[in-house]
């Protein structure tokens, strides 16, 4: 996709939701739809959906994440091939204490190609529940 057909993140300003109705979608909705292959579904989303948006330094994922209602993103340590990130918010506390099925693979495939075009390098994302501290722990692997 070409820079001048990508989406301005400030144009994620103009959308307004509180997030039940999407959490519905997504929890109830998209994993009937998907079936069995809705986890690599959802990473495959993410990865199309930050290709979709101008993103150019690691302020805007950071930025992305809260304007998504995803949560607060924080960068905690980078390595030589490796980025970790935690993710938290209230937002994250009210999808893993929920009776919904909730998973951070959309997320994930956000993250590995919002990664991927700022570093310019191919890049893969995993991702940790902790349901003790309410906490997602995302690791971004990199090649040079």
């Given at each position: 996709m070409s820079k001048?057909?990508?989406v301005a993140i400030s144009q994620l300003d103009e959308l307004n939701t509180n997030g039940a109705g999407y959490d519905v979608l997504r929890y109830v909705g998209l994993p009937e739809l998907l079936g069995n292959e809705a986890d690599a579904l959802l990473y495959f989303m993410g990865r199309n959906i930050a290709r979709k948006l101008d993103i150019a330094e690691m302020?805007?994922?950071l930025n992305c994440f809260d304007k998504l209602g995803w949560g607060k993103l924080e960068l905690v340590k980078q390595k030589k091939n490796q980025m970790v990130f935690h993710l938290m918010s209230d937002a994250v506390v009210y999808r893993l204490k929920?009776?919904?099925n909730t998973e951070f693979r959309l997320e994930a495939g956000f993250l590995a190609e919002a990664i991927q075009s700022i570093q310019n390098?191919?890049?893969e994302c995993?991702?940790?529940i902790n349901t003790r501290i309410y906490q997602v722990q995302f690791n971004v692997y990199y090649s040079k």
């Open positions: 001048e057909n990508k302020d805007d994922i929920s009776e919904l390098m191919e890049c995993t991702e940790e």
